[in-house]
């Protein structure tokens, strides 16, 4: 049962000195749409599960496992069964600049089947049995353990997009090596000039390749189009202002290096599926139920 809701976006509730939560559901319950911050990892364990995202219904299997990214628009039907349902506190993540590249791997739902990879399937299954059993305990390690588990899920997610890559563009590991390097430069270039006016020209030039080759190669390797990753991280900074209430909101937008106001509430909404107004909100209301 989802303990707070509002509108569409659900407040987690982690026990005391949590940041993690893990649900052992047996009941035959509907969740209503609904998004959150938190990363959430589905797996049935017995009888199949169905989670719809967004317009997409994954139903899957015992031990298959979906990853569902945070601000993802999410609802479950009532299905008889039993599955694990996990969460974790996503900040813990997304503030360390060195799992960035992890987190790139979630810009989507992924559903890991023995059809999409059985290596991933099998590991994802151990990792949230793991998960499972080390939740009961609790002391001071127990999350760590939990969120260095995640880690390890999450990295081989990450080399499996890489060899994915790799094939997709027909190149060797030197080859894969090099886009690494080159586009770990285009990000932190973008990571520090996110609020002004960034062209294809200029990233293209960072990375020493023409715009079309640049274009063609970042989409392919980032699973994303460079202005995709742009608008990505400009709202990434704008939930951190956000959450400020002596910054407007045309303020953030222009921080953020949205050219509009209108811009802003686009892309924002495209992506959190809230509009900033809305978010800002939504965690004032959440800061006073702590």
């Known amino acids: 049962?989802?303990?707070?809701?509002?509108?569409?976006?659900?407040?987690?509730?982690?026990?005391?000195?949590?940041?993690?939560?893990?649900?052992?559901?047996?009941?035959?319950?509907?969740?209503?749409?609904?998004?959150?911050?938190?990363?959430?990892?589905i797996m049935p364990i017995k009888n199949n599960y169905t989670v719809v995202v967004g317009e997409t219904d994954f139903t899957f299997n015992e031990n298959e496992v979906l990853i569902?990214?945070?601000?993802?628009?999410?609802?479950?039907?009532?299905?008889?069964?039993?599955?694990?349902?996990?969460?974790?506190?996503?900040?813990?993540?997304?503030?360390?600049?060195?799992?960035?590249?992890?987190?790139?791997?979630?810009?989507?739902?992924?559903?890991?089947t023995p059809e999409f990879n059985k290596e991933l399937q099998v590991l994802a299954k151990k990792i949230m049995l793991d998960?499972?059993?080390?939740?009961?305990?609790?002391?001071?390690?127990?999350?760590?353990?939990?969120?260095?588990?995640?880690?390890?899920?999450l990295i081989a997610v990450r080399e499996y997009h890489l060899e994915q890559s790799k094939n997709s563009l027909d190149c060797d590991d030197g080859k894969i090596d090099e886009y690494t390097e080159k586009f770990s430069v285009v990000m932190k270039y973008i990571d520090a000039n996110y609020m002004y006016d960034i062209s294809l020209d200029q990233l293209a030039n960072v990375a020493g390749y023409s715009k079309y080759h640049f274009s063609r190669i970042f989409k392919q390797y980032n699973s994303m189009s460079y202005l995709q990753y742009i608008n990505a991280r400009r709202t990434r900074a704008a939930e951190n202002l956000l959450l400020?209430?002596?910054?407007?909101?045309?303020?953030?937008a222009m921080r953020s290096g949205f050219k509009s106001l209108t811009t802003f509430n686009r892309i924002f909404k495209?992506?959190?599926?809230?509009?900033?107004?809305?978010?800002?909100?939504?965690?004032?209301?959440?800061?006073?139920?702590?």
């Open 1 to 41: 049962m989802i303990k707070h809701l509002s509108g569409d976006y659900e407040t987690v509730e982690y026990d005391s000195k949590r940041s993690v939560m893990l649900y052992d559901n047996v009941q035959t319950e509907a969740y209503p749409t609904h998004w959150h911050k938190e990363i959430e990892i």
């Open 131 to 153: 998960i499972f059993e080390l939740y009961s305990v609790k002391n001071e390690l127990s999350d760590i353990k939990i969120y260095s588990l995640l880690l390890q899920l």
């Open 244 to 252: 400020d209430p002596d910054i407007p909101i045309t303020e953030v």
């Open 68 to 112: 569902i990214p945070p601000g993802e628009l999410h609802g479950m039907p009532a299905i008889p069964g039993r599955r694990l349902i996990f969460q974790c506190d996503n900040a813990i993540l997304g503030d360390l600049p060195a799992l960035e590249p992890l987190m790139r791997s979630l810009n989507a739902p992924l559903l890991i």
């Open 270 to 290: 495209e992506i959190k599926h809230c509009t900033p107004t809305d978010f800002k909100k939504l965690y004032s209301i959440e800061f006073t139920r702590k």
